[in-house]
């Protein structure tokens, strides 16, 4: 008996001393604040607070994604030096969608200018936190007031959408943006049930 103790003892000595002498492991979440996203994106690009990041794979290639809402004030001046797209498949969907001239498009509301979202293609094993992703683009001009991530039936094919209620005046239509395989499309929904 007195054996079986003095093993416990050296046992719970040794599992405690090489427990605190383990470096600290950093959580596998990277937070998404003001700093990451202007890391990403460049300084003129501002988190908006509020609106959580939403992650999906919205590209297919089975790596997580991130969604998240922010507020550039131009959005073309980082794009070559941070190596991000930006985008317009809203105003693309309705016949003129160079972001050279639509980034010049004024919403009617003055808190609504310079929303835009923020997508980040994940790579390998860190996803979205990887040092340098797959890909980045800044969607602009989408009028959106909520956003969730869902599954999306495209031509027989089921594909990851962000859906938006729109934050137009007097509408209230939901829309969603979707990865085709090589470009973001916009894809009008229809009425919300209000």
């Known amino acids: 008996m007195f054996l079986r103790i003095c093993i416990l003892l050296f046992l719970a000595s040794y599992s405690l001393s090489t427990a605190f002498a383990q470096p600290a492991v950093k959580p596998a979440s990277q937070a ?9 994106f460049g ?8 609106p959580q990041p939403l ?3 919205l590209n297919g290639d089975g ?11 131009n959005p073309l001046m980082d794009e070559a030096e941070d190596n991000y797209k930006v985008i317009d498949p809203y105003d693309a969907f ?3 969608g160079d972001p050279k001239v639509t980034t010049k498009f004024a ?3 003055p808190q609504r200018r310079g929303l835009a979202l923020l997508i980040i293609h994940g790579v390998g094993a860190d996803g979205w936190r990887a040092a340098e992703p797959k890909a980045k683009f800044i969607v602009i001009n989408l009028p959106f ?12 094919k089921t594909v990851m959408a962000i859906y938006a209620e729109e934050a137009r005046e007097g ?3 939901v829309s969603a943006i979707f990865w085709d395989g090589k470009k973001y499309k916009y894809q009008p929904l229809g009425s919300t049930m209000e």
């Open 94 to 96: 309705f016949g003129y």
């Open 32 to 40: 998404v604040d003001n700093d990451f996203v202007q890391k990403k």
């Open 145 to 156: 007031k909520q956003l969730a991530v869902k599954k999306l039936t495209v031509r027989k």
């Open 171 to 173: 509408e209230g239509t």
């Open 107 to 109: 919403s009617e509301d």
């Open 43 to 50: 300084s003129t690009c501002s988190l908006e607070p509020g």
């Open 55 to 57: 992650t999906a794979d």
């Open 63 to 73: 790596v997580e994604d991130v969604v998240i809402v922010a507020r550039c004030a």
